[in-house]
Protein backbone atom coordinates (compact mmCIF):
# COMPACT_ATOMS: atom_id res chain seq x y z
CA UNK A 1 0.00 0.00 0.00
CA UNK A 2 2.90 2.40 0.69
CA UNK A 3 5.02 1.81 -2.38
CA UNK A 4 1.51 2.02 -4.36
CA UNK A 5 0.55 5.41 -2.49
CA UNK A 6 4.35 6.16 -3.54
CA UNK A 7 3.69 5.82 -7.22
CA UNK A 8 0.15 7.90 -6.85
CA UNK A 9 1.97 10.66 -5.35
CA UNK A 10 5.21 10.81 -8.08
CA UNK A 11 2.72 10.41 -10.93
CA UNK A 12 0.23 13.27 -9.61
CA UNK A 13 3.42 14.99 -9.06
CA UNK A 14 4.22 14.70 -12.78
CA UNK A 15 0.60 15.70 -14.23
CA UNK A 16 0.54 18.71 -11.66
CA UNK A 17 3.96 19.90 -13.19
CA UNK A 18 3.14 19.56 -16.86
CA UNK A 19 -0.14 20.44 -16.34
CA UNK A 20 -1.34 24.58 -16.42
CA UNK A 21 -1.67 27.22 -18.22
CA UNK A 22 0.60 25.70 -20.81
CA UNK A 23 1.15 21.95 -21.20
CA UNK A 24 4.68 21.37 -21.04
CA UNK A 25 5.62 17.38 -22.02
CA UNK A 26 7.00 15.08 -20.05
CA UNK A 27 10.02 14.88 -22.25
CA UNK A 28 10.53 18.71 -21.63
CA UNK A 29 9.86 18.21 -18.22
CA UNK A 30 13.05 15.82 -17.45
CA UNK A 31 15.28 18.05 -19.94
CA UNK A 32 14.61 20.87 -17.17
CA UNK A 33 15.49 18.55 -14.70
CA UNK A 34 18.54 17.65 -16.21
CA UNK A 35 19.61 21.49 -17.33
CA UNK A 36 18.83 21.18 -20.85
CA UNK A 37 15.26 22.93 -21.46
CA UNK A 38 15.11 26.54 -22.86
CA UNK A 39 14.42 29.50 -20.31
CA UNK A 40 10.48 29.80 -20.23
CA UNK A 41 9.66 26.35 -19.42
CA UNK A 42 12.50 26.16 -16.97
CA UNK A 43 11.37 29.36 -15.12
CA UNK A 44 7.39 27.38 -15.28
CA UNK A 45 8.61 23.65 -13.93
CA UNK A 46 11.09 24.57 -11.59
CA UNK A 47 10.54 28.24 -10.53
CA UNK A 48 7.11 27.75 -10.44
CA UNK A 49 5.20 24.70 -10.48
CA UNK A 50 7.48 22.50 -9.08
CA UNK A 51 7.78 24.13 -5.76
CA UNK A 52 4.08 24.96 -5.10
CA UNK A 53 3.02 21.27 -5.96
CA UNK A 54 5.75 20.04 -3.37
CA UNK A 55 4.27 22.61 -0.84
CA UNK A 56 1.29 20.73 -1.70
CA UNK A 57 2.02 17.42 -0.87
CA UNK A 58 4.15 17.95 2.40
CA UNK A 59 1.23 20.88 3.58
CA UNK A 60 -1.23 17.80 3.06
CA UNK A 61 0.58 14.89 4.76
CA UNK A 62 1.01 17.09 7.91
CA UNK A 63 -2.31 18.27 7.65
CA UNK A 64 -3.27 14.01 8.02
CA UNK A 65 -0.92 13.45 10.21
CA UNK A 66 -2.24 15.97 12.83
CA UNK A 67 -5.76 14.71 12.27
CA UNK A 68 -4.25 10.96 12.54
CA UNK A 69 -2.68 12.41 16.29
CA UNK A 70 -5.47 14.05 17.31
CA UNK A 71 -8.04 11.66 16.90
CA UNK A 72 -6.02 9.00 18.15
CA UNK A 73 -5.11 11.61 21.55
CA UNK A 74 -8.80 12.50 21.99
CA UNK A 75 -10.72 8.84 20.83
CA UNK A 76 -12.39 10.96 18.78
CA UNK A 77 -13.24 10.57 14.64
CA UNK A 78 -14.30 13.98 14.28
CA UNK A 79 -11.18 15.27 15.87
CA UNK A 80 -9.26 17.29 13.19
CA UNK A 81 -7.29 20.30 13.11
CA UNK A 82 -9.98 22.92 12.23
CA UNK A 83 -11.56 21.61 15.36
CA UNK A 84 -8.25 22.32 17.86
CA UNK A 85 -8.06 26.07 17.52
CA UNK A 86 -4.82 25.63 15.76
CA UNK A 87 -6.01 26.65 12.29
CA UNK A 88 -7.58 29.99 13.41
CA UNK A 89 -4.43 30.79 15.93
CA UNK A 90 -2.32 30.48 13.07
CA UNK A 91 -4.87 32.93 10.87
CA UNK A 92 -5.49 35.38 13.76
CA UNK A 93 -1.91 37.02 14.03
CA UNK A 94 -0.92 37.07 10.22
CA UNK A 95 -4.08 38.86 9.05
CA UNK A 96 -2.86 41.21 12.25
CA UNK A 97 0.52 41.89 10.83
CA UNK A 98 -0.45 42.43 7.39
CA UNK A 99 -3.36 44.87 8.71
CA UNK A 100 -1.63 46.58 11.21
CA UNK A 101 2.46 46.24 10.19
CA UNK A 102 1.87 46.40 6.45
CA UNK A 103 5.80 47.35 6.44
CA UNK A 104 6.30 44.32 8.33
CA UNK A 105 8.12 41.65 6.01
CA UNK A 106 6.05 38.30 4.59
CA UNK A 107 9.75 36.47 5.70
CA UNK A 108 8.29 36.95 9.08
CA UNK A 109 4.77 35.22 8.77
CA UNK A 110 5.29 31.24 9.11
CA UNK A 111 6.73 31.79 12.10
CA UNK A 112 4.22 34.37 13.66
CA UNK A 113 2.02 31.58 12.56
CA UNK A 114 3.43 29.03 13.75
CA UNK A 115 3.72 30.78 17.33
CA UNK A 116 0.05 31.95 17.36
CA UNK A 117 -1.49 27.95 16.41
CA UNK A 118 1.00 26.73 19.24
CA UNK A 119 -0.68 29.30 21.34
CA UNK A 120 -4.14 28.58 20.29
CA UNK A 121 -4.04 25.02 21.01
CA UNK A 122 -1.93 25.42 24.44
CA UNK A 123 -5.26 27.79 25.41
CA UNK A 124 -7.41 25.08 23.99
CA UNK A 125 -5.46 22.50 26.20
CA UNK A 126 -5.28 24.33 29.20
CA UNK A 127 -9.43 24.82 28.65
CA UNK A 128 -10.22 21.23 28.74
CA UNK A 129 -7.19 19.84 31.32
CA UNK A 130 -10.08 19.51 33.53
CA UNK A 131 -11.81 17.27 31.36
CA UNK A 132 -8.47 14.74 30.52
CA UNK A 133 -8.64 14.93 26.95
CA UNK A 134 -11.90 13.07 27.02
CA UNK A 135 -13.81 12.33 23.81
CA UNK A 136 -15.47 15.76 23.57
CA UNK A 137 -13.64 18.28 25.94
CA UNK A 138 -10.32 19.00 23.91
CA UNK A 139 -12.22 19.21 20.89
CA UNK A 140 -15.20 21.60 22.26
CA UNK A 141 -12.32 23.92 23.40
CA UNK A 142 -10.74 24.09 20.32
CA UNK A 143 -14.07 25.11 18.74
CA UNK A 144 -14.70 27.87 21.42
CA UNK A 145 -11.31 29.25 20.85
CA UNK A 146 -11.77 28.89 16.93
CA UNK A 147 -14.77 31.10 16.83
CA UNK A 148 -13.60 33.80 19.28
CA UNK A 149 -10.08 34.11 17.23
CA UNK A 150 -11.73 34.22 13.64
CA UNK A 151 -14.25 36.58 15.24
CA UNK A 152 -11.63 38.97 15.93
CA UNK A 153 -9.65 38.36 13.04
CA UNK A 154 -13.29 39.29 11.26
CA UNK A 155 -13.76 42.15 13.37
CA UNK A 156 -9.66 43.53 13.13
CA UNK A 157 -10.32 43.32 8.61
CA UNK A 158 -13.81 45.33 9.20
CA UNK A 159 -12.37 47.82 11.23
CA UNK A 160 -9.62 48.47 9.27
CA UNK A 161 -10.99 47.79 6.00
CA UNK A 162 -8.36 45.31 4.60
CA UNK A 163 -9.86 44.93 1.06
CA UNK A 164 -6.34 43.33 -0.51
CA UNK A 165 -6.87 40.41 -3.33
CA UNK A 166 -3.76 38.86 -1.59
CA UNK A 167 -5.09 38.54 1.74
CA UNK A 168 -8.58 37.56 0.82
CA UNK A 169 -7.26 35.00 -1.58
CA UNK A 170 -4.79 33.54 0.97
CA UNK A 171 -7.98 33.39 3.71
CA UNK A 172 -9.32 31.19 1.41
CA UNK A 173 -6.42 28.96 1.19
CA UNK A 174 -4.37 28.11 -1.63
CA UNK A 175 -0.27 27.67 -2.74
CA UNK A 176 -0.44 30.15 -5.72
CA UNK A 177 3.01 31.93 -5.68
CA UNK A 178 4.44 29.64 -3.29
CA UNK A 179 8.08 28.76 -3.70
CA UNK A 180 11.37 27.28 -2.56
CA UNK A 181 11.66 29.64 0.39
CA UNK A 182 8.19 28.59 1.63
CA UNK A 183 8.43 25.15 1.26
CA UNK A 184 12.38 25.05 2.70
CA UNK A 185 10.20 26.62 5.69
CA UNK A 186 7.41 23.92 5.82
CA UNK A 187 9.69 20.87 5.19
CA UNK A 188 11.56 20.87 8.40
CA UNK A 189 8.29 20.95 10.63
CA UNK A 190 6.45 18.55 8.78
CA UNK A 191 9.55 15.74 8.75
CA UNK A 192 10.33 16.50 12.05
CA UNK A 193 6.75 15.45 13.24
CA UNK A 194 6.63 13.02 11.00
CA UNK A 195 10.07 11.36 12.51
CA UNK A 196 9.02 11.96 16.28
CA UNK A 197 5.12 10.34 15.41
CA UNK A 198 6.21 7.15 13.96
CA UNK A 199 8.57 6.88 16.96
CA UNK A 200 5.74 7.19 19.55
CA UNK A 201 3.68 4.87 17.49
CA UNK A 202 3.54 2.59 20.74
CA UNK A 203 2.59 5.65 22.89
CA UNK A 204 -0.39 6.37 20.63
CA UNK A 205 -1.72 3.02 20.16
CA UNK A 206 -2.09 2.84 23.93
CA UNK A 207 -3.15 6.32 24.50
CA UNK A 208 -6.03 5.32 21.64
CA UNK A 209 -7.85 2.93 24.12
CA UNK A 210 -8.14 4.39 27.24
CA UNK A 211 -6.33 6.38 29.96
CA UNK A 212 -6.82 3.66 32.11
CA UNK A 213 -4.89 1.00 29.85
CA UNK A 214 -2.47 3.39 29.42
CA UNK A 215 -1.60 4.30 33.18
CA UNK A 216 -1.78 0.40 33.91
CA UNK A 217 1.04 -0.08 31.29
CA UNK A 218 3.23 2.85 32.95
CA UNK A 219 2.42 5.53 30.62
CA UNK A 220 2.66 9.25 32.17
CA UNK A 221 0.00 10.85 30.27
CA UNK A 222 0.17 13.53 32.21
CA UNK A 223 3.78 14.22 30.48
CA UNK A 224 3.12 12.67 26.81
CA UNK A 225 -0.49 13.79 25.79
CA UNK A 226 0.81 17.94 25.95
CA UNK A 227 3.62 16.61 23.66
CA UNK A 228 2.05 14.47 21.27
CA UNK A 229 -0.76 17.82 21.01
CA UNK A 230 2.23 19.92 20.18
CA UNK A 231 3.60 17.24 18.01
CA UNK A 232 0.11 17.60 16.05
CA UNK A 233 -0.44 21.42 16.02
CA UNK A 234 3.15 22.43 14.76
CA UNK A 235 2.95 20.96 11.40
CA UNK A 236 -1.05 22.06 11.03
CA UNK A 237 0.37 25.57 12.34
CA UNK A 238 3.33 25.75 9.39
CA UNK A 239 0.90 24.74 6.47
CA UNK A 240 -1.68 27.33 7.09
CA UNK A 241 1.07 29.92 7.77
CA UNK A 242 2.16 29.51 4.12
CA UNK A 243 -1.24 28.37 2.87
CA UNK A 244 -3.86 29.60 4.67
CA UNK A 245 -6.51 28.01 5.89
CA UNK A 246 -7.54 24.57 3.94
CA UNK A 247 -10.07 22.68 5.29
CA UNK A 248 -11.03 19.07 5.93
CA UNK A 249 -8.02 17.30 4.57
CA UNK A 250 -6.54 16.56 8.23
CA UNK A 251 -10.28 14.94 9.40
CA UNK A 252 -10.68 13.32 5.79
CA UNK A 253 -6.90 11.72 5.49
CA UNK A 254 -7.33 9.40 8.54
CA UNK A 255 -10.43 7.97 8.00
CA UNK A 256 -9.14 6.69 4.05
CA UNK A 257 -6.31 5.79 5.91
CA UNK A 258 -8.58 3.40 7.89
CA UNK A 259 -10.62 1.96 5.18
CA UNK A 260 -7.11 0.76 3.78
CA UNK A 261 -6.56 -1.72 6.93
CA UNK A 262 -3.17 -0.51 6.92
CA UNK A 263 -1.37 -3.68 9.17
CA UNK A 264 0.73 -1.74 12.14
CA UNK A 265 0.26 2.06 13.02
CA UNK A 266 3.88 2.87 11.53
CA UNK A 267 2.44 1.84 8.01
CA UNK A 268 -0.93 3.90 9.24
CA UNK A 269 1.04 7.17 10.00
CA UNK A 270 3.63 6.62 6.98
CA UNK A 271 0.63 5.78 4.87
CA UNK A 272 -1.68 8.63 6.22
CA UNK A 273 0.76 10.96 5.58
CA UNK A 274 1.28 10.21 1.79
CA UNK A 275 -2.91 10.05 1.52
CA UNK A 276 -3.13 13.65 2.70
CA UNK A 277 -0.19 14.59 0.54
CA UNK A 278 -2.05 13.36 -2.70
CA UNK A 279 -5.15 14.72 -1.74
CA UNK A 280 -4.02 17.86 -1.07
CA UNK A 281 -1.56 17.80 -4.07
CA UNK A 282 -4.47 16.86 -6.57
CA UNK A 283 -7.13 19.39 -4.94
CA UNK A 284 -4.31 22.08 -5.73
CA UNK A 285 -3.90 20.75 -9.38
CA UNK A 286 -7.62 20.78 -9.76
CA UNK A 287 -7.41 24.53 -8.41
CA UNK A 288 -5.39 26.15 -10.83
CA UNK A 289 -6.63 24.16 -13.69
CA UNK A 290 -10.36 24.00 -13.74
CA UNK A 291 -10.94 27.56 -14.77
CA UNK A 292 -7.75 28.63 -16.81
CA UNK A 293 -6.51 30.52 -16.74
CA UNK A 294 -7.87 31.92 -13.07
CA UNK A 295 -7.55 29.99 -9.86
CA UNK A 296 -9.84 28.94 -7.70
CA UNK A 297 -9.19 29.12 -3.98
CA UNK A 298 -8.27 25.72 -2.80
CA UNK A 299 -9.89 25.82 0.14
CA UNK A 300 -12.97 26.28 -0.97
CA UNK A 301 -12.21 23.02 -3.24
CA UNK A 302 -11.02 20.74 -0.26
CA UNK A 303 -14.51 22.02 1.60
CA UNK A 304 -17.02 21.68 -1.64
CA UNK A 305 -15.16 18.20 -2.43
CA UNK A 306 -14.58 16.95 1.11
CA UNK A 307 -17.86 17.67 3.02
CA UNK A 308 -19.54 14.79 0.82
CA UNK A 309 -16.79 12.71 0.91
CA UNK A 310 -17.14 13.13 4.72
CA UNK A 311 -20.67 12.04 4.90
CA UNK A 312 -20.52 8.99 2.67
CA UNK A 313 -17.36 7.85 4.56
CA UNK A 314 -19.70 8.44 8.03
CA UNK A 315 -22.12 6.48 6.03
CA UNK A 316 -20.18 3.56 4.57
CA UNK A 317 -17.16 3.01 7.66
CA UNK A 318 -19.20 4.14 10.30
CA UNK A 319 -16.45 6.53 11.91
CA UNK A 320 -19.07 7.94 13.98
CA UNK A 321 -18.15 4.73 16.14
CA UNK A 322 -14.79 4.48 16.15
CA UNK A 323 -13.06 5.03 18.93
Not at 162 to 170: E, G, H, R
Request: with cysteine; hydrophobic share 60%.
Amino acid sequence: MLIAALVIGLGLLLVAVMAGNRFIPANQVWAVLVGQAARIPTVMVWDLRLPRSLAALFGGAGLALSGWVLQRLCRNPLAGPGMTGVTAGTVFPIVCCFVLLPRLSSFWYPPIGVMGGVAAAMLSWWIARQGRYGRAQLVLAGMCVSLWLSALTTWVILRHGADSPTLLFWLAGGFQGRSWMQLLFLLPWVLSSLVCIVLCHRVLDLLGTSDEVAVGAGLDIRRWKPLLLVLAVVPVAAVSSIAGPVALVGLIAPHITRLLRPSSSVVACLLCALVGGVVLMGADLLARTIAIPREVPIGFLTALLGAPMLLWLIQSSRILRAG
